[in-house]
C-alpha cells in the first residue's frame, strides 16, 4: 500500500497547475476571529490553534458510547463498579438500575447519581467517577513518524506526547512540519507547529485534544493546500492504520 508521504507527493506534482491550491502555507493569511471560524465550513490554516468549543469556558468533554467509568460510592464498596457506556448511551448500577450517561460531563452524571441514590438508599451519598478509557479521548498520528496510529490520550495530553506515542520522527520526518487538525464548530482547522522549537523551549507545547488529527511531512516536501487537505483524507482513514488500546 502507498504511504502517506507518497501519496502526497504525487498530489503536489498533479496539483502544480493551480496556482491558488499549491500556494504555500506561509503566504496563505490564518484567521484569527474565532467568530468567523465557527461559521466556516471548509479546511482554514490557522496561526493557532482554538481549543474545542465544547471544551471553552472550562467545560468538559461530554461522555459517549463505549467510554469505561469507574463509579464510586464513598464509604460503601458493595455499590462501587466498573461500567461500559452502551450503544444507547446508558450505564447500568444498583439499586437505581440504567442511567443516562452519554452526553452527560462527569460532573453532571455524579450529581443525577447522588441524586438518584439519596433519593431512596443512602443519606447525603458522595459519587466519584473516574473515565478509565474514553473513545472521544483518542487522536490520530499519521505521516512521517515510526509507529502511525490511532491512540488513546489522557486530558492534559500535550503535542509532544502526542509525537513521541507514535515513537518520534523516522529519518525522513522534519520537525518544522508537525501539523494538527481540529474540528471548530462547523469548521475543519489546521496549524503549523514547529516541534524542534517547542523542544527547545523557544514555543508552547500545545494541548491535544480527543479528535486531533497530526501529520508529520517529510523535509524536503512542499506544503501546500491541497497537500494538507489530502493528509487528512488519508490520515482520518481507519483502515490506513491500527488503532492502539
Known sequence: MPT?????ALSACASSSSTSSTASVE????????RALAGGGALQ??????????TQNGSEQPLSANDVLEVSVFQVDNL???????????ISLPLIGATIAAGKTVRQLEKEIETAYGAKYLQSPDVTIFVKESVGQRITVDGEVNRAGIYPVSSSASLL???ALAGGFNAVGDGGKVFVYRNFGQSRLVANYNVEEIRAGKNRNPRIYGGDVIVVFASKS???MNNLKDA??????????AVIP
Open 4 to 8: 502517506l508521504a507518497a501519496l502526497l
Open 27 to 34: 503566504a496563505l493569511q490564518p484567521t484569527s476571529s474565532l
Open 45 to 54: 490554516v490557522v496561526k493557532d490553534l482554538p481549543a474545542p468549543q465544547n
Open 80 to 90: 462501587n463498579r466498573t461500567v461500559q457506556v452502551d450503544a444507547s448511551g446508558q
Open 161 to 163: 506526547d502526542a509525537i
Open 222 to 224: 512542499k506544503i501546500a
Open 232 to 241: 487528512l483524507g488519508l490520515a482520518s482513514s481507519a483502515a490506513r492504520i
